[in-house]
């Protein structure tokens, strides 16, 4: 089946520093989204990508979906300890696999004051 | 609208037992998905019903069954729960297959098989 690895598994960052991470495919994605989980909570969403190429911005968050459809970042800027939380990428691809949602293993941040 | 609503939000059962885990949306969507997430793991789908009378497998579903009740409620049934159930179990709805452009999460229930 379809796999993501997402990196790095865990961030540990000062106060206003830049975060970036990213995921990677074995397989081709038409849509690539990046969620946050705040504790105890369920994921929410942060961006969608629909096209290869396509860089989103919401706020201080920017993401890429890659011109190859493998592989797609996010990155933070100027993070504040409310960034805290899992992210998590998850790629939806077509064909047999549509409406079908991927994941990512998440990537921890930690943000210190 | 409260969104999407899981109960029930923790649970412990025994090896052996059996428990049904509600889901229920109020945003009239078609798509309804039931994920469980383990540390290490990302969310992984068991199964998810595009539309109202319609379930089909994910990813992990051995172990479960699903029911689709109507449009707004989706369970999902452990009939004889192991040690390897225990898990973060989410519900999600969507407009379309697929989710559109967003699959909205509920809270989640903490399930701890012993």
Redesign the interface.
Known sequence: GQQLNQSPQSMFIQEGEDVSMNCTSSSIFNTWLWYKQDPGEGPVLLIALYKAGELTSNGRLTAQFGITRKDSFLNISASIPSDVGIYFCAGRGGGTSYGKLTFGQGTILTVHP | NAG?TQTPKFQVLKTGQSMTLQCAQDMNHN?MYW?RQDP??????IY?S?SEGTTDK??VPNGYNVSRLNKREFSLRLESAAPSQTSVY?C?SSEA???G???F????TRLTVL
Do not use: K, T
């Open positions: 999407v798509s994920y290490g793991m990302g969310l992984r789908l998810y595009a994910g990813e989410f999600a297959p697929g989710g452009d967003e699959q999460f509920g809270p989640g």
